[in-house]
């Protein structure tokens, strides 16, 4: 258990709909990211947000937004969906690593989003 | 999207065989990782790498950094069967304020008893 919880593990909605994944990140850690993992896309990068504010920004589509709340957890919310958003959508946070410059990063066990 | 070439695809192996794969950027990391990711659960850090050519090892597993910062292999002796899962790479360029990572495809790792 990473500590990452993320809810609904499993969602199933129709194209046009809008859905919100929610994320949960470790205790103490600040920042939160969001990742997709598709068959052709494999796992790729949305966004991260550190203490409430936007830090990055990857391969994020204009209808998928995301947000941290001032308790830390974050939201990421899919709207006008598409067949092809179907996905695992994985939360992860951060803190330093021991003896390292990197934060490592713990993921959360996923959303899986089918639509249909 | 932007991702490490890594390789091989998958291997089928048994159980005691020693496991080699590779992954490759075009771009320079100034970290590099190995994840592994079981069915219905998210990555989890094996090993991180911090500088070129840094060999380390975590019990059966051994990665290393390459030279040119492009590339890093990761080797697991002895498998086991609990070794089955998909490995992936993960590359962070570093600097500036985020810690993104760029992942490989994967290497789908099937361990026969």
């Known amino acids: 258990d990473s500590g990452v919880t993320q809810t609904p593990k499993h969602l199933i909605t129709a194209t046009g709909q809008r859905v919100t994944l929610r994320c949960s990140p470790r205790?103490?850690?600040?920042?939160v990211y969001w990742y997709q993992q598709s068959l052709d896309q494999g796992l790729q990068f949305l966004i991260q947000?550190?203490?409430?504010?936007?830090?990055a920004k990857g391969n994020i589509l204009e209808r998928f937004s995301a947000q941290q709340f001032p308790d830390l957890h974050s939201e990421l919310n899919l709207s006008s969906l598409e067949l092809g958003d179907s996905a695992l959508y994985f939360c992860?946070?951060?803190?330093?690593?021991?003896?390292?410059?990197?934060?490592?990063?713990?993921f959360g066990p996923g959303t899986r989003l089918t639509v249909l | 999207g932007q991702q490490l070439n890594q390789s091989p695809q998958s291997m089928f192996i048994q159980e005691g065989e020693d496991v080699s794969m590779n992954c490759t950027s075009s771009s320079i990391f100034n970290t590099w990782l190995w994840y592994k990711q079981d069915p219905g659960e998210g990555p989890v850090l094996l090993i991180a790498?911090?500088?070129?050519?840094e060999l380390t090892s975590n019990g059966r597993l051994t990665a290393q950094f390459g030279i040119t910062r492009k590339d890093s292999f990761l080797n697991i002796s002895a498998s086991i069967p609990s070794d089955v899962g998909i490995y992936f790479c993960a590359g962070q360029a570093g600097g500036g304020a985020t810690n993104k990572l760029i992942f490989g495809t994967g290497t789908l790792l099937a361990v026969q008893p």
């Open positions: 790498l911090y500088k070129a050519g």
């Open positions: 205790s103490g850690d600040l920042s």
């Open positions: 992860a946070s951060s803190a330093p690593i021991a003896g390292g410059p990197y934060n490592e990063q713990f």
């Open positions: 947000y550190y203490n409430g504010e936007e830090r």
